[in-house]
């Protein structure tokens, strides 16, 4: 199977979110502190503070379904939640490096949110905030490489153990993309 067959791009829009400048500017702030905190660790992604997550209900609940819609599986609500972050970025926060989000035969990436317990079969990026000049995605796997440049209100699905990397955001202005790693139930 072509590498481009894994990956499905699906256009959900942003009418769901109940105050979007208002969560724009909660997770600018988050990042901000986020920085400050984790400087020397190198992540940028965090998950949502606790009174922010009520935010994310309506994106999850469109990604459960259009999750199930691709593959079948069914999802364990509460493990995905907890398996969201957020990465924020601009010219001078930047995050750009291969991964994936499950043990693969590339290693295990470890982050904050996806642990050995939980078998995630599947990974989404939903572009919240996507400036000019922001950059896209990039996919590999067996060779071949892929780049991809969505569109605000993108919601794209791979399968977790697929390398992939955030492209080098040139602008000043804040890309935000929600990362939400689906769990099998």
């Known amino acids: 199977m072509a590498l481009r067959d894994l990956i499905h791009i699906i256009h959900i829009g942003d009418d769901f979110f109940e ?10 702030i ?4 986020t920085v400050k905190q984790r400087y020397k660790t190198g992540y940028l992604a ?15 609940k469109r990604v459960f379904k259009e999750c199930f ?16 972050y957020a990465l924020v970025t601009n010219r001078l926060h930047n995050a750009y ?4 989000h499950e043990k693969s035969r590339y290693g295990y990436q470890p982050t904050f949110t996806v642990n050995e317990s ?3 079969f599947a990974s989404s990026v939903y572009y919240y905030a996507l400036p000019e000049g922001s950059g896209g995605i990039a996919f590999r796997r067996d060779g071949e490489e892929i780049e991809l440049m969505p569109n ?18 040139t602008c000043t202005d804040w890309r935000v993309s ?3 790693n689906v769990v099998e139930k």
């Open 46 to 60: 965090f998950p949502l503070t606790p009174n922010n997550t009520h935010y994310l209900d309506p994106l999850q």
């Open 97 to 100: 490096t291969w991964h994936t």
């Open 30 to 33: 988050q990042s901000k502190w």
């Open 178 to 180: 929600i990362n939400i």
């Open 118 to 120: 939980l078998h995630v």
């Open 19 to 28: 105050d979007k400048e208002l969560l724009l500017r909660k997770m600018i």
């Open 152 to 169: 605000e209100g993108d919601l794209i699905f791979f399968p977790s153990d697929m390398l992939h990397s955030p492209l080098g955001n």
């Open 69 to 84: 819609k691709i593959y079948g599986i069914p999802i364990d609500e509460g493990r995905t939640k907890s398996a969201s």
